[in-house]
């Protein structure tokens, strides 16, 4: 999984937009489940949002619930997660997450369930 995040850098104003992307490198591999995952130093990874691949569900975290839109592009090996009305406190590490098993309301967010990641792409979002 290749993440990449714009504006170049991910560095952003609060107030301002940012689009991240996740790609799956691996052509052989078809989840049903993709998800984007954030964290800040000392704190536990979160779930930001999840995608069903193919299905449309979509999952959000309440932190960014009607600041966030996670979809699936066309190429269906790549999702994105816009995220605007950034604030400060989204400042953080953001993982994409992969997984053979369908995203439920009760899974989305588990940390340990997803079987493939990203090595993380920097977002900083300043006052």
């Known amino acids: 999984l290749v993440e990449t995040v714009e504006p170049g850098g991910g560095s952003v104003q609060a107030g301002g937009f940012l689009r991240l992307s996740c790609a799956i490198s691996e052509s052989y591999y078809n989840p049903k489940s993709m998800a984007w995952f954030r964290q800040v130093p000392g704190n536990e990874r979160e779930g930001v949002a999840a995608?069903?691949?193919?299905?449309?569900?979509?999952f959000y975290a309440d932190s960014v619930k009607g600041r966030a839109t996670i979809s699936q592009a066309s190429a269906r090996n790549t999702i994105y997660l816009h995220l605007h009305s950034v604030r400060p406190e989204d400042t953080a590490i953001y993982y994409c997450?992969?997984?053979?098993?369908?995203?439920?309301?009760?899974?989305?967010?588990?940390?340990?369930?997803?079987?493939?990641w990203g090595p993380g792409t920097q977002v900083t979002v300043s006052a």
């Open positions: 997450a992969a997984d053979h098993m369908p995203p439920s309301l009760e899974r989305w967010s588990v940390r340990s369930l997803y079987t493939f």
């Open positions: 995608i069903e691949m193919g299905g449309g569900a979509t």
